[in-house]
């Protein structure tokens, strides 16, 4: 939470009847999803997204007195989201994936080692930035598009500003005269902070075409072979699913590995899961299919071990991202432990 600064010198949004506190909150209440997403985007972050979020509406609600009517209770919002994000980013810096930070690793075999002090981009389970699924199939793919992992990852490597303005324009298709009032500066600026943060991310960004529906049946039995080949500790199976440069990184670790060869060796080196000891819960993650990996351990319970974001494309796995983490469980709802008897297929 902040001390409350920013929001008394919020211009009041114009065009709707003033409120008091609790209707503002009221009306407020159904834009938390997608300012969730906003946040995340902007952040990288779950958890700093969800703080940001609950700080726009105490920021909103100490303000609502002046809610006269300039824009929307929706633009409004988004203004002191941004403005929020923008004063938090000072502080927390930036959070990569490991393949954003250097050549990959060039002996598969050598102990992995983390690095907790690196503020890593962290996963967002589908389910809480989209709630109910979407009646309209377009909204979906829209939804899932601006989600994806390599994108928020890209825009990690953009300055602040231009990615606010990057998404504000692009995502939210806000107008540019609108960003540069939002930002304090001239529509000339905005429009070349566009462009700049337009060509960094021109290999990051995911058009419609590249996505596959999850009901898709090609795409389906891809991720069946892909949850079987990790169940048994089939390393063979599992890289000939991959493209023959596909990328492999484990968050917080910051080695990162290309190739199928290289995956293969990291995985007949260091993956501590035997045949018949994995188990593959699937899920969503960033509007890409997901698997939660757990480890069978003595007592024959599965515990969770990793989350494997996968990125798809032509039939083939392009990159996965494995994070590691116990906060990972509570934040997708994932259960801690399966016991045996109930993982039987």
């Not at 001390?3 to 003033?18: C, F, H, M, N, R």
């Not at 060796?265 to 993956?271: E, I, S, V």
């Not at 480890?295 to 796995?317: K, M, N, P």
């Amino acid at each position: 939470m902040t001390d409350g600064t920013l929001s008394d010198s919020l211009p009041a949004p114009a065009g709707e009847a003033t409120l008091d506190r609790d209707d503002l909150l009221d009306r407020a209440q159904p834009y938390r999803r997608e300012l969730l997403a906003h946040c995340y985007r902007m952040m990288g972050s779950v958890h700093d997204a969800e703080d940001l979020v609950q700080d726009t509406y105490l920021r909103a609600w100490r303000a609502a007195d002046r809610f006269e009517g300039r824009s929307s209770l929706r633009t409004w919002l988004y203004r002191i989201a941004t403005n929020a994000c923008l004063t938090a980013i000072e502080s927390r810096g930036r959070r990569p994936l490991p393949s954003g930070l250097g050549a990959p690793s060039d002996d598969p075999e050598r102990p992995v080692v983390e690095a907790p002090e690196v503020p890593w981009l962290e996963p967002v389970p589908d389910a809480m930035f989209r709630g109910e699924q979407p009646t309209d199939p377009a909204a979906v793919v829209v939804s899932r598009s601006s989600m994806r992992l390599a994108l928020v990852a890209a825009l990690q490597h953009l300055p602040p500003r231009q990615r606010a303005v990057l998404l504000l324009r692009e995502v939210l298709k806000w107008r540019a005269a609108e960003v540069a009032e939002l930002l304090d500066t001239s529509t000339a600026s905005v429009n070349s902070a566009l462009q700049r943060a337009r060509a960094q991310l021109q290999q990051a960004a995911v058009t419609e075409e590249q996505l596959s529906e999850p009901t898709d049946p090609a795409q389906r039995e891809l991720l069946d072979r892909y949850a079987a080949a990790f169940e048994n500790s089939d390393v063979k199976a599992i890289v000939q699913l991959f493209k023959e440069d596909a990328v492999w990184e484990m968050p917080p670790f910051p080695e990162w590995f290309r190739g199928r060869d290289a995956i293969a060796r990291l995985m007949d080196a260091q993956c501590p899961i035997g045949p018949g000891e994995g188990l593959m819960l699937p899920t969503a993650a960033n509007g890409q299919p997901a698997f939660a990996l757990y480890s069978r351990h003595e007592g024959g319970d599965y515990l969770f071990f990793q989350l494997h974001v996968l990125t798809v494309s032509d039939g083939e796995v392009e990159r996965v991202a494995a994070f590691f983490g116990e906060h990972l469980v509570q934040t997708f709802g994932l259960p801690e432990s399966v016991p045996a008897d109930a993982a039987l297929r």
